[in-house]
């Protein structure tokens, strides 16, 4: 049963995905929530060092089985929203590019390797990066944004890459499902390589 209903939810999820910029761009304009929670909830999907950190997280996690499952990807919100604050606040804090691209580096190979290190450990890597992420996210809050709508926003759309990382990552039950696991991770390792060759040029 659960081998059916998998494929439905992967398809579901992938079709929301999709909609968002549409419906997000259909309410630009209307008030302080595009101003704030759109484009808060756009920020992580419009960059694609983000977007890759975000759902290793999520097939970590599944990877590792609970309780890690749910620990991560709420560990990464929760701290990637402490480091908004800190970049809003204009806290200087040096290396955050390096930072971001080096949690695609690591997270890709975490999950490509299949690592299994213990609870607290993986969530002190996640929760590093989360700074890293949320730092960058603060520190480009637009000037006419509500930081609070957009720091809800980004963490709703965290947390929904997360949510695409995990149901992914449930495909580690069958042998092929984990071959496929760790081929992504050796492409989010890659993905990161890349960006941490920009950010070092």
Sequence with gaps: ?????LPGITSLLIALLALL???AHAHIGQGDVSGG??????????????????????????QLGRPAIWV?????????????????LGINIPGIEIGI???????GGMVAFAVRPPLWF???????????????????LP???NPLTFAAGFVIATGLLHLAGIV???????????QALRAAGVLIAAGGSYFLYSALS
């Design 1 to 5: 049963m659960r081998t059916q209903r």
């Design 101 to 107: 691209a080096l949690s695609g580096i690591i997270l």
């Design 37 to 62: 929670f759109i484009a808060g909830f756009l920020h992580p999907l419009e960059g694609l060092d983000h977007v890759i950190a975000m759902v290793a997280v999520g097939l970590w996690g599944a």
């Design 122 to 140: 993986a969530g002190v890597i996640v929760a590093l990066f989360a700074i890293c992420h949320g730092y960058a996210h603060g520190r480009e």
């Design 143 to 145: 000037e006419s944004a």
């Design 72 to 88: 991560l990807p709420v560990t990464f919100p929760v701290v990637m929203a402490f480091g908004g604050v800190l970049g809003g």
């Design 168 to 178: 992914f990552g449930t495909l580690h039950r069958w042998r092929q499902g984990a």
């Design 21 to 23: 910029p549409a419906v």
